[in-house]
């Protein structure tokens, strides 16, 4: 059950059996994110760092979206969490996809 969650978050990124091979896209108002290193079957250039900082993780996601989006990227590979007593903080690597 618990690898299931995880799989469902790579299956925009990863083909499966013999289907043809999609790369990720994003629409303008939500950018994608991944926990793993890299986008497989994509090619991408980094932009920077994103952060994204609130009260729980749910609005530290949205942040993050955002302030990804004014940077123009439209992946975020590597997000972690992080938190303390109030607030949350959701970072990753900023990529454009080519």
């Given amino acids: 059950m618990y690898g299931a969650g995880i799989n469902r978050g790579l299956a925009g990124f990863v083909a499966q059996g013999r289907k043809k091979k999609k790369p990720v896209t994003s629409t303008d ?4 994110l991944t926990t793993t290193e890299n986008i497989p079957e994509n090619n991408y250039r980094i932009i920077g760092m994103a952060f994204g900082t609130a009260a729980d993780h749910q609005q530290a996601v949205k942040v993050l979206r955002k302030n990804a989006q004014k ?14 007593n ?4 959701a970072y990753g690597t900023a990529v454009k996809l080519k």
């Fill in 86 to 89: 109030s607030t949350v903080t």
């Fill in 29 to 32: 108002d939500e950018i994608v």
């Fill in 71 to 84: 940077i123009g990227a439209d992946v975020i590979v590597s997000m972690r969490f992080d938190s303390n």
